[in-house]
């Protein structure tokens, strides 16, 4: 691996044709990748689910979508406080999301019924948690497990110092599905070829001697032609619904990618809908990293549509394996 004082993170990487790449299937074995997703799913959420990227929720106008079948509608007070509820009025069941907002309360256009962050009889808002990049609810219904007062986050770069994007897609599958693609490094070079470059996985562990549960990746970001990024790169689960990506080694070390699968509901055919909720949370050490900062407006359309390319990809291989498994 590259040292991180290199002046220039580019490399030129070796001359290759994706034919003729080393094949990654023995190792990217049925049993490891479900070994990995079991060990994920029985970890504890807490009933949390990824909602939506933080500025989604604003106080001008509520946010609605469906979670895990349950009707969710959500807003902020003036002084940002964020608030999700049942997405039906309480009075003749309008749908809260074509209402509006004034001064904090959520107003129904069907009859002008205002609705605050306190509650109304038979319509209770839901516990949410706003980490600053996205926006969680609890759904204790829904959830099934034991409550849990926050989230369950992974480690993340200081956000003063970093520069973050969220995108999101929707695939017919389960949020397992989605998880499971992600717990599978090896199809990196093969099916983004546009994007990776020589990914090699170096360490798989499944945390039974006490060390983490973890995959780890040597891989290189393409950037054009033969010049590429690399990086090391671990890939965790902290709850059933989440995986992320940490590099812990290279250029933008301490860098954050988090993937969260968020159930929505059936679709009119009886197939289960997943949401793709994708964080990415970049950090540097680099002078030209606070440029970068300054230029979000600019960047995070770009990152948003890197993410959205992979997982166009990703979604159709999340649907396949729906598919397979449930035929």
């Known amino acids: 691996?590259?040292?991180?004082?290199?002046?220039?993170?580019?490399?030129?990487?070796?001359?290759?044709?994706?034919?003729?790449?080393?094949?990654?299937?023995?190792?990217?074995t049925p049993a490891r990748i479900d070994g990995a997703l079991q060990r994920a799913l029985l970890r504890p959420s807490g009933n949390w689910f990824v909602l939506a990227a933080a500025d989604e929720i604003r106080a001008d106008r509520p946010f609605g979508r469906v979670v895990a079948g349950v009707e969710v509608v959500a807003w902020r007070d003036p002084d940002g406080t964020p608030h999700a509820a049942p997405g039906a009025c309480p009075h003749l069941g309008a749908p809260l999301c074509r209402g509006a907002v004034e001064a904090g309360s959520l107003i129904c256009r069907w009859h002008g019924l205002a609705l605050s962050g306190a509650g109304f009889p038979g319509w209770q808002p839901f516990p949410v948690h706003d980490d600053g990049v996205l926006l969680w609810v609890r759904l204790d219904e829904a959830g099934g497990e034991e409550p849990l007062p926050a989230p369950v986050l992974p480690e993340r770069p200081q956000e003063a110092g970093s520069l973050a994007a969220v995108a999101t897609l929707a695939g017919r599958c389960e949020p397992q599905d989605v998880v499971a693609n992600r717990l599978d490094p090896w199809h990196g070079s093969w099916f983004h070829p546009y994007s990776f470059v020589g990914l090699k996985v170096v360490e798989v562990s499944d945390g039974k001697d006490g060390g983490p549960d973890r995959m780890v990746v040597d891989v290189a970001f393409k950037v054009a032609g033969r010049l590429g990024v690399p990086v090391r790169a671990a890939f965790s689960c902290p709850e059933p619904r989440t995986i992320v990506m940490h590099i812990v080694e290279g250029e933008g070390t301490g860098s954050v990618v988090e993937t969260h699968a968020t159930p929505l509901g059936m679709d009119r055919d009886g197939v289960p809908r997943t949401a793709v909720i994708e964080a990415v949370i970049a950090t540097s050490p680099r002078r030209g990293f606070t440029a970068a900062r300054k230029a979000a407006p600019a960047l995070r359309p770009l990152m948003r549509h890197a993410a959205r390319r992979l997982w166009r990809d990703d979604l159709a291989y999340a649907e396949r394996r729906y598919f397979l498994r449930t035929r």
């Open 1 to 28: 691996m590259p040292s991180p004082a290199r002046r220039l993170p580019l490399r030129r990487m070796p001359a290759t044709t994706w034919a003729r790449q080393a094949p990654t299937w023995r190792e990217a």
